[in-house]
T-cell receptor, first 113, second 118 residues
Framework: NAGVTQTPKFQVLKTGQSMTLQCAQD?????MYWYRQDPGMGLRLIYY???????DKGEVPNGYNVSRLNKREFSLRLESAAPSQTSVYFC????????????FGPGTRLLVL | AQKITQTQPGMFVQEKEAVTLDCTYD???????LFWYKQPSSGEMIFLIY??????QNATEGRYSLNFQKARKSANLVISASQLGDSAMYFC???????????????FGKGITLSVRP
């Protein structure tokens, strides 16, 4: 049981390049999330998906797109990377009911030059 | 206004001593949930403890306990018998009533750095 996995772990991009961050979970959770973490800012929600086939914007969605490919996978795409998107990106999935705790992947460190 | 406030500067504690990490929150909801996560230097986010607004008892999980003072809107994390491995950044987060079920979302504080001295 791997929990939430993310690829890649590290990535360096040039301004204007595109890339997709991959996330998968094997806990059969319906809801999945993408966050970014910047120094001194905590975690901010980019997009989330309440269930397969649905996605919604979070606090900081500009410059990003997402795809909920199936129940397991939720990808984040940067179409034209900007230096302001240099950050650590976390994917999470949420256990339904009760506490509704979110469980996080290991993160992707992205540097945009 | 910030929903979650964590204003302590970097915290230091001697190994084997207890430490309290402060968190205050702002919501007009009666039903909400509060979470603490740990982020060690390796970077992963680890769920530690949860407190529901209607829970009558303070939450405990091993060496972690949550000092929940509803009237003061504070949810402080208490770590007893600190260990070197407790050195990390700690985040407080809240889920408000509207953001439950399919719409479930968390709001995070900016975090507190804890260093445990040998």
């Amino acid at each position: 049981n791997a929990g939430v996995t993310q690829t890649p772990k590290f990535q360096v991009l040039k301004t204007g390049q595109s890339m997709t961050l991959q996330c998968a979970q094997d806990m059969n959770h319906n809801s999945m999330y993408w966050y970014r973490q910047d120094p001194g800012m905590g975690l901010r929600l980019i997009y989330y998906s309440a269930s397969e086939g649905t996605t919604d914007k979070g606090e900081v969605p500009n410059g990003y797109n997402v795809s909920r490919l199936n129940k397991r996978e939720f990808s984040l795409r940067l179409e034209s990377a900007a230096p302001s998107q240099t950050s650590v990106y976390f994917c999470a999935s949420r256990r339904p009911g009760g506490q509704e705790t979110q469980y996080f992947g290991p993160g992707t460190r992205l540097l945009v030059l | 206004a910030q929903k979650i406030t964590q204003t302590q500067p970097g915290m230091f504690v001697q190994e084997k001593e207890a430490v309290t990490l402060d968190c205050t929150y702002d919501t007009s909801d009666q039903s909400y949930g509060l979470f603490w996560y740990k982020q060690p230097s390796s970077g992963e986010m680890i769920f530690l403890i949860y407190q529901g607004s209607y829970d009558e008892q303070n939450a405990t999980e091993g060496r972690y306990s949550l000092n929940f003072q509803k009237a003061r809107k504070s949810a402080n994390l208490v770590i007893s018998a600190s260990q070197l491995g407790d050195s990390a950044m700690y985040f407080c987060a809240m889920r408000e009533a509207f953001y439950t079920g399919a719409n479930s979302k968390l709001t995070f504080g900016k975090g507190i750095t804890l260093s445990v001295r040998p």
